[in-house]
């Protein structure tokens, strides 16, 4: 962080426009990712998901640290093969047309998750065609009794999301006659937002017995379980993230308990890049309306989805600037309850709300942490026209910490 403030201290000194800018930390993601594929056991392999936070920079670096890179959409594969010539990719997501399953066969990928019987036809009259045989998983749907539900729920309930339980029969059925097609293994991405390690090793756990029975009633022959992503990061109280220690142990245990256990893949996104990544921008204005404080700073919810998609106050810290090009005296306030907004003509357009300041003034920047995922890749970028934020990609200080 201290790096960050410094190059946005660096960055208001000379600004000649309000600023607004995203500031990636690359050594700090170099580190996170590096302790992260450090705390999972043998056996196991971290992908990135990719749609969290697809810049090159941050592809750059996590390349030589992780697996590989799920990607979900043929723009993403393309982007991901015309950069990473090597880097194995495998390629999930609902409603995969036929161009993408053919970019697919064509890109050399390590495997493709299906989501459908439909889709496991398509793909295998496709590979025919192309006389290749494709590796596959069986993306699948499961009941989840008793398991822990988050606010994202990709599994365990009605949506449009891999095969339902009750329908790997028929796609077993159809396997039989598709040559073409090799089932390596199965695939869960069942949530997002996970905090709680232990109920996440418990649901590994779940779906590992899953497949043993399959395996076991259907004599199939598997190499990997992709488990999916689904980490979370705690926005609302960013002191208490995910205990990834804990997580790493549980599945030590698990896998002791198992021996044999299949490998277990990863595909985490947000928990990857979140933390690597700050928002800022320029207060331009303190309003006071009906009771209300609002701080009117330079961009907003275009830029920054990230509380609004997840309906948080997100947590901010404020970096006094002491530019001030007015001959009248900076608005302020002290010790106040703010709401934070953006530049869009709606109210929707909320960063953070009935959060306590200290001081802040217009001309100071906020910054907001934890905005290196899911942030200006599922924002709404050119609605009202205004420009795009900076990008800064803070380099890693050590040379030789790249290629470590
Ligand atoms: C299939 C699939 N895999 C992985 C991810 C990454 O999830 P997360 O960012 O929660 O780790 C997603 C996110 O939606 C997904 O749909």
């Known amino acids: 962080m201290d790096k960050v403030e410094r190059h946005l201290r660096a960055a208001a000194a000379h600004a000649t426009q309000p600023l607004c800018a995203y500031v990636y930390d690359l050594e700090a993601l170099h580190r996170h ?73 064509d890109s050399d990928i390590d495997a493709i998750h299906v989501e459908s019987l439909h889709e496991l036809r398509r793909l295998s009259w496709l590979a025919k065609a192309s006389g290749k045989c494709v590796p596959i998983l069986l993306r699948v749907n499961l009941p989840m009794p008793g398991l822990i539900v988050t606010p994202l729920m990709m599994g365990g309930k009605p949506t449009p999301f891999g095969i339902a339980a009750d329908q790997l029969p028929a796609c077993f059925e159809s396997l039989q006659s598709a040559p073409n097609l090799r089932l390596r293994g199965f695939h869960f991405h069942l949530l997002s937002h996970q905090l709680d390690a232990t109920a996440h090793v418990d649901l590994i756990a779940t779906c ?10 259907y004599g199939l022959d598997i190499d990997h379980v992709n488990v999916g992503g689904g980490i979370g990061v705690n926005y609302r109280q960013p002191q208490q993230q995910f205990d990834l220690v804990a997580f790493g142990e ?50 907003g919810t275009h830029h920054f989805r990230t509380p609004y998609a997840q309906n948080h106050s997100h947590p901010f810290h404020i970096l006094p600037v002491e530019r001030w090009p007015y001959p009248w005296p900076r608005p302020e306030l002290h010790d106040a309850v703010v709401n934070v907004v953006g530049q869009l003509c709606t109210p929707k357009d909320l960063l953070a709300f009935d959060a306590r300041v200290d001081r802040v003034r217009a001309g100071d920047l906020l910054v907001f942490p934890y905005a290196g995922a899911y942030a200006w890749h599922i924002s709404h970028h050119d609605f009202l026209r205004h420009p795009h934020p900076q990008n800064w990609y803070l380099p890693m200080e050590h040379a030789n910490a790249a290629n470590e």
């Open 250 to 299: 549980g599945l030590r245990r698990l896998r002791e308990s198992q021996p044999d256990m299949p490998r277990l893949r990863f595909e985490c996104g947000r928990y990857i890049t979140a933390a690597c990544g700050y928002y800022a921008m320029e207060v331009l204005d303190i309003k006071h309306a009906f009771g209300g404080a609002f701080l009117v700073a330079r961009g």
């Open 33 to 105: 990712s590096e302790a992260v594929v450090a705390a999972l056991p043998q056996g196991c392999e971290l992908f990135y998901a990719i749609k969290a936070n697809s810049d090159l920079p941050i592809l750059q670096t996590l390349a030589p640290r992780v697996a590989g890179f799920e990607v979900s959409s043929g723009g993403e594969l393309a982007w991901a093969r015309e950069h990473f010539a090597t880097t194995a990719l495998i390629f999930s997501g609902p409603g995969k047309t036929d161009t993408e399953l053919q970019l697919a066969l």
């Open 208 to 217: 590992l017995d899953q497949v043993a029975h399959w395996c076991e009633a």
